[in-house]
């Protein structure tokens, strides 16, 4: 077993000084960690279903303050790239998230600590262990600095390559993008799938660590795809 890096410097870093520093210990213990003879229950798996949540709410009340004059589809759109995975690898990249998680030996040397899935997941339940350890201001506080590039780098709403791809198609009156699973691969925390796009008589296909960064990565190859045609 490998167990990561320093925990309190760690939570140093992060600014909190955990009361339940279990808490902690399992917002970086990854399933494949994880006692068996306990269901896994140690794992961060259920700490990541709450931090999602935490997560989501946080960003909602920010842009809400940050945005007071935006709709909320226009708000809906900045939240959905906020809370995307690739902004949650970025910033638990950014954190050094990676160097902390328990996972198997033999694990670590496939490189399990540096998949953008499992950062993403690891930072959610991060979030959720600063919930249940000092309420939404401790998580509200890490959300607040580590977030706040990506808060302030757009002054316009974003809008994803799927979004993009729909608003294409549907205004020329092509219908909607079909979107289809080619394969799914790969163990269960380690999960790769392939996704095809088909609009206006053209597909291109997406891998991904989620059936939905597939579709994203289909969507921008079609969308790239119209600059060569």
Do not use: C
């Amino acid at each position: 077993m490998t167990t990561g890096g320093d925990l309190a410097a760690f939570a140093a870093r992060l600014g909190h000084a955990f009361a339940q520093p279990a808490l902690l210990t399992q917002a970086l213990t990854h399933r494949s960690a994880a006692d068996p003879k306990r269901s896994q229950l140690d794992s961060n798996e259920r700490l990541e279903f709450l931090g999602d949540r935490v997560l989501a709410l946080l960003i909602a009340e920010w842009l809400s303050e940050r945005f007071p004059e935006e709709r909320e589809g226009d708000l809906g759109k900045r939240l959905g790239v906020l809370v995307a995975r690739d902004t949650l690898t970025r910033i638990a990249e950014n954190l050094g998230l990676a160097t902390m998680l328990r996972v198997p030996q033999s694990e670590g040397r496939a490189g399990l600590r540096e998949r953008a899935n499992v950062l993403a997941d690891a930072l959610e339940a991060l979030l959720g262990a600063l919930y249940l350890d000092g309420g939404l201001p401790a998580a509200r506080a890490l959300v607040r600095r580590e977030w706040e590039v990506q808060m302030g780098a757009d002054p316009r709403p974003p809008m994803s390559a799927k979004s993009r791809l729909q608003e294409y198609t549907l205004g020329r009156g092509l219908g909607l993008p079909e979107y289809r699973l080619v394969s799914s691969t790969g163990p269960s925390h380690q999960p790769i799938f392939v996704v095809s796009v088909s609009a206006a008589g053209r597909e291109a296909e997406g891998v991904g660590e989620s059936k939905r960064a597939a579709e994203q990565v289909a969507a921008e190859a079609w969308l790239a795809g119209l600059g060569r045609s």
